[in-house]
């Protein structure tokens, strides 16, 4: 209609035998056409009285066309403003796909609402590739939300559990003491501090757990990098764990591939947690027969060395399809494992994350009843090479019999002989002003072995090292008078900067590292005191020779 229209307006236009009145006529009407082809609102045209008058034919058209349009414009009106509800009343028979789709987003708009409250069951077929864009959002959010709802599941059994975790070794730690005081026979109140001290052991690793997991989630992780002994420090984490096993009537092993003969460069204190994880669930999960761990050389990128650990153990072993749950957080295998062996479900998250953070994978081998291995690499930077006589597996009894035998006979370990000797020969300044961590410390340093000098606050300290020389210093953070970070600031500035100065410090929190560090302090010693930690530190620090080759870290 509108094409045949045009055509007629182009005749007009042309014909050269209209007077002013005609083309005036004409003008109109195109310019009517005009705006109606642009979708605007026009009034029809008034018609002259000839009816053989063919401009009046044409404006006629034009006024149908005009009403055509008033037509349509109100009956889809509702549609454009969103009145799905109210019906498109016209008999034009081309508006039946409007109404159609009226009805389809009437329907769209209801499966909306069905989403809204939670049904994500619901599809559309209706509306062809919109209807598959559609489709797949409903399909995204159903999964979202099974995601967050297991999520929230695992969270809710991991609170249930942790309430369990802290309550039972706080509960022992408070019975035991009230048993302790109440008792009068030496040996069973020995016995029940013992217990005691054993469930604080037990709440601060849950308590560790918690807050290395809250830092590595909010961020706020931060690694080390210093020069260290991988030999020295595998076996003495084999150590470590060595008693407990034993404990249980299991074997252990530790095995070194004789091509590590370098110090590497990395953080030596979160890889002994990594190990002390993975030997500790190991320990734990194993009933009989052995644990242990195996280091390799897996690859030589000349500067770089990538390190292959492998923590093996003949217990309960993984369920296949629990391979990869487990690492993730406030997961364990099942909730029987939980029930039976305890435990925060966060070990093994937290030990994706630090090998991750190194750059790093870890995964695991197991078969079900018959035991698991631990497997995870981490490329170190090569540093000076060492001589380590010991790479043939050593056995939990070899381990445990080594520092005895030493002691027997010189010659068997020169070098861990001089160690100890020169051990015994540092001396020691400790700054603290708790009456009860003194206490402490004086029997713990006296168990040792060590000279000791003990002075209440950091001004005492500044007077004691002008007066005397030390091989270390234990510098308590928090003291009156002069604090712990304002007296390292003055040796270092006045008094002597070389000496090495270990801050002891209850708050774990990666600010009052930085303080530490940005004061001029060498290492941190976390309470409660670790007595093993304590005597690494003196060891590394206190030997002259070991001291040097240790970085001081860099506060960020």
């Known amino acids: 209609m509108i094409s045949s229209i045009v055509n007629r307006l182009l005749y007009f236009i042309r014909l050269n035998t209209m007077d002013q009145s005609e083309r005036d006529r004409v003008d109109k009407i195109t310019e009517l056409v005009h705006y109606l082809v642009k979708g605007e609102q026009v009034s029809q045209i008034q018609c002259a009285s000839d009816p053989d008058d063919e401009i009046k034919q044409l404006a006629v058209k034009v006024n149908a066309l005009v009403g ?63 209807s598959e864009a559609f489709n797949s959002m409903v399909s995204s959010l159903d999964k979202a939300q099974q995601a967050a709802e297991a999520a929230q599941q695992a969270k809710d059994r991991f609170l249930a559990n942790m309430s369990h975790e802290i309550r039972t070794p706080m509960n022992a730690i408070i019975g035991f003491v009230d048993l302790a005081r109440n008792e009068s026979d030496t040996e069973k109140r020995d016995e029940c501090l013992s217990l005691a001290a054993s469930s604080g052991e037990h709440l601060l ?86 644990v242990g761990i195996r280091v390799t050389m897996v690859e030589d990128r000349g500067g770089e060395k990538v390190i292959q650990f492998a923590v093996e153990d003949t217990g309960i072993g993984v369920p ?48 079900e ?15 000076e090479r060492i001589f380590h006589r010991q790479t043939q597996p050593i056995s939990q009894k ?19 002989a001089h160690t100890i000797f ?48 030390y091989d270390v210093v234990i510098m308590d953070v928090d003291m009156p008078v002069m604090n712990g970070l304002d007296a390292t600031k003055k040796i270092r500035e006045e008094i002597n900067s070389q000496v090495p100065i270990i801050a002891l410090t209850g708050i774990a929190l990666q ?43 860099i506060a960020t």
């Open 68 to 130: 055509l349009f008033f037509d349509i414009n109100n009956a889809i009106k509702p549609l454009a403003l969103g009145k799905l509800d109210e019906e498109l009343n016209s008999r034009i028979l081309f508006l039946a796909p409007f109404k159609q789709l009226q009805a389809n987003l009437r329907h769209l708009t209801w499966q909306t609402q069905q989403i809204a409250k939670g049904n994500f069951s619901l599809r559309v077929d209706f509306m062809g590739d919109f």
């Open 205 to 290: 690793s849950i308590i560790n757990d918690i807050l290395d997991f809250s830092k590595a989630q909010a961020g706020e992780l931060v690694l080390e990098a210093i020069d260290f002994d991988l030999h020295h420090m595998v076996n003495h984490t084999m150590l470590m764990v060595s008693q407990k096993a034993a404990f249980k009537g299991l074997e252990t092993f530790c095995t070194i591939d004789d091509e590590i003969t370098f110090f590497v460069e990395g953080d030596p204190t979160r890889l002994r947690q990594i190990l002390i994880n993975l030997l500790g669930n190991a320990i734990k999960f194993t009933r009989h027969g052995s």
């Open 320 to 367: 296949g399809d629990k391979k990869n749950t487990i690492f993730k957080s406030f997961s364990q295998a099942d909730t029987a494992t939980t029930r039976m062996y305890g435990g925060t479900g966060l070990g093994l998250a937290i030990c994706k994350t630090y090998i991750q953070k190194m750059g790093g994978i870890i995964w695991t081998e197991s078969v």
């Open 369 to 383: 009843g018959k035991g698991s291995t631990f497997f995870f690499k981490i490329p170190f930077k090569a540093k």
């Open 398 to 416: 070899a381990l445990s019999e080594k520092a005895a035998a030493t002691i027997d006979d010189d010659s068997q370990s020169p070098q861990l």
């Open 422 to 469: 020169t051990d015994f020969g540092i001396r020691i300044l400790l700054a603290e002003d708790n009456p009860m961590n003194v206490i402490l410390m004086e029997k713990i340093l006296t168990n040792l072995g060590y000279a000791f000098d003990i002075v209440p606050d950091g001004q005492a300290a500044c007077k004691a090292l002008k007066r005397d020389d």
């Open 511 to 553: 600010e009052e590292t930085a303080k530490c560090y940005e004061s001029g302090m060498d290492d941190i010693l976390l309470k409660p005191v670790n007595v093993e930690e304590l005597k690494e530190k003196l060891r590394a620090w206190g030997n002259p020779d070991a001291a040097k080759r240790l970085k001081r870290p």
